[in-house]
């Protein structure tokens, strides 16, 4: 056997490698089924195409989980993600308002307060539940399971008090754009994605933020005898996981030009968890790799989409989705792996890895 | 030792050890030990940390397996093989953490795992187990309601609780492990009343503590054990405080001999660090004054559990006093956590090493340069370089053995962590360094240059805390020592004080 070089002993070891195969592997099961899957062409002034179309559609869970990435590294989890979707969305259309205005025999865009007001309103929302989580799991000690469990149960009764148990829908157009919308020719919403994985990624490079959240999330004794201010971090670290489901909020209910706050992000928590563990963050907390939750929802949307398009019976496409992240998971297990190099190489086996 | 025909144990005799050996990976943690207990008397097990203390009772209720050695309980040979089997054939245990289930009533805790059962449907009988259960607590003079959770009740109860579940089986011999860590001195009077209405009763007790005076207070006899091996045994009466502890530490202390003095006290005119005016924290530390001058190095002597860990953690933030005052520089401070007393200039090196210091799936360098991070706060980040060169430095001036700064530092051994952890400190530039057991579990060499390295920074006028379970490394380090007893102040003293004099101030009762 000969060693393999450097460089490829680097990408073999990298943690995202898994990840990215995975991705691969499923974008390249989709092209084999679907030919025009890869095709992405100019039409209506914007880009086109079932990738185009991935992207698009993973943006609010990307967001989702680069959030739940940063709170999952310091030992914690949120589960309330999916309701705080639902709220953001429901005050940020409930303030918008729900009536169809007729002007001179034509639909005239009128809101009930600015929209920039009612997006302020929507994240301040968010943020205040996610000072709600943290101070719950910081300052009282609550398990963050059920820290976040109040808010995931609790947060759907309050969206659905704000939308007054009515499916609340939009007709301002320009608050389409968020969801809809596209800007050089790529969706609106990547735009947000991105920005929001470009900021985090700056943070926890260029500050100390890294450092510190897994720290906290390997030792918090450690950590907090080391003079890092954990519950502060704590806190502050809900609050941002629960902006980005805000910005989800937006985007998911501009996408769909309405409000529901029963159905609004339903599962999203669990999505967004998943994604999370494909991307090769420990759920133990410590080490985490925000572009490997990237790679994760984008796995999740790929697998999604495949779905559909391969045409799985809907009674049966939960099933499939199940077995495939099951299978995934496993693909991505060092220790299973290890077992299967074991099983199929035992006659060589003395000269094995590790 | 050879005793090939030992002589009939004396009357009374319930249970005899004799010969124990015990090796762990080949390291001898028991070698030729022997216990004898009498029906009917309280016998205290003593010894330093790692004397063998918790091996021996652990071989005895069948979690260790013995080596060798003869174990007989009321003259018949015995080999427990599990906790379990110790406690059918009469032996109870009662550990240092009350290991019962908070959340489960006192009842199902006592009776967890052999519940009375109905006759014919084998259904748990609740009424006979809280029956039981109130019986039990009884003869302890506990009169609770046994249906509500245990989590309801204080610690002390819970310790009598625990007793009562040690009791619940035919005991007939009952070994209690440190039962007053966590009490109150009101607690630890109603616990010791319990244990001599049971001597009473005949039960043969067996109590392992590190409180010199609860020794007297109820042990009838005492056996020494030190590194792994038999002192002795001798009734309480004819044993004294000071004759204890050279059987502990294994040689005379003689007061009359006076090392010269090694380190010269700091001048009366160096300005004041840290003062502490009788601070303290309620069932933790009774109330004591603390002054620290700049540049000195001030020893905390004392035994396991004397209250020295408090000492540190009231200082750096770790616990609210309940009394008392701080003050830093003459000001009055309050440490709500460590980041406030790192603030002011404060370091601590903390006892555990795994569970306070370290952070182990992280590098050395990440770890050397947390401390200094969490002071310089979120913003103003050190770069990549500067935590490597931050950390190359220390390793090489630390002498710490590491492949490279990048290594976890959980893969390092116990003394370079420990040499990583200083490091982590010294890099804050601290003024005061709290030092809380620094040489704990390491080999000599690392030991001497961590010592070493203390001395030097003293010298360029930083001011250390020194807590150390090592009399010598104290008395050869500190300018002065303040000793500790019983949670306590027993009194300080001056530089150049010999090891005989600190063990003179811990086994005054």
Redesign the interface.
Known sequence: MTSPSPTVQRVLHHRLLWPVVTLVLLLALNAAFNPTFLHVEWRDGHLYGSLVDILNRAAPLVLVALGMTLVIATRGIDISVGAVVAIAAALAAALIGGSLVVKDGAAADVSRFPMWLAIAAALGAALACGLWNGLLVARIGMQPIIATLILMVAGRGIAQLITEGQIITVYYTPYFFIGGGYLLGLPFALFIAAAVFALLYLAVT????G??I??IG??P?????????A?RLTVGVYMLCAFCAGLAGLIISSNVKSADGNNAGQLLELDAILAVTLGGTSLTG??FSLLGSVIGALIIQTLTYAIYSLGVPPEINLVVKAVVVFAVMLLQSPEFRAEMRRLVFRPAAAGGAQ | MNTPDPPAPPPGTVLELRGIHKQFSGVPALADVQLRLRAGEIHALMGQNGAGKSTLIKVLTGVYPVDAGEMRLQGRAIRPASPLSAQRLGISTVYQEVNLCPNLSVAENIFAGRYPRRRFTRRIDWAAANRGARELLARLDVHIDVSRLLSSYPVAVQQMVAIARALGVQAKVLILDEPTSSLDEDEVDKLFEVLRRLRAEGLAILFVTHFLNQVYAVSDRITVLRNGGWVGEWTAAELGPQALISAMVGREFDMAARAGAQRPAVGADTPVLLQASGLGQRGQLQPLDLQLRAGEVMGLAGLLGSGRTEVARLLFGLARPDSGELRVDGQPVQFKAPADAVRRGLAMCPEERKTDGIVAELSVRENIALALQASLGLRRNLSRAEQTRLAEAFVKALGIKTASVETPIGLLSGGNQQKAVLARWLATQPRLLLLDEPTRGIDVAAKQEILQEILRLAGEGMSVLFISSEMDEVVRLSHRVTVLRDRRKAGELPAGCTEDEVYELIAKT
Do not use: D, P
Request: hydrophobic share 50%; glycine share 10%; net charge positive.
């Open positions: 260029r500050s100390a933020l450092l510190f897994q720290s390997i030792n004794a450690a950590a907090r005898l080391a003079g890092v201010k519950r410590g080490r």
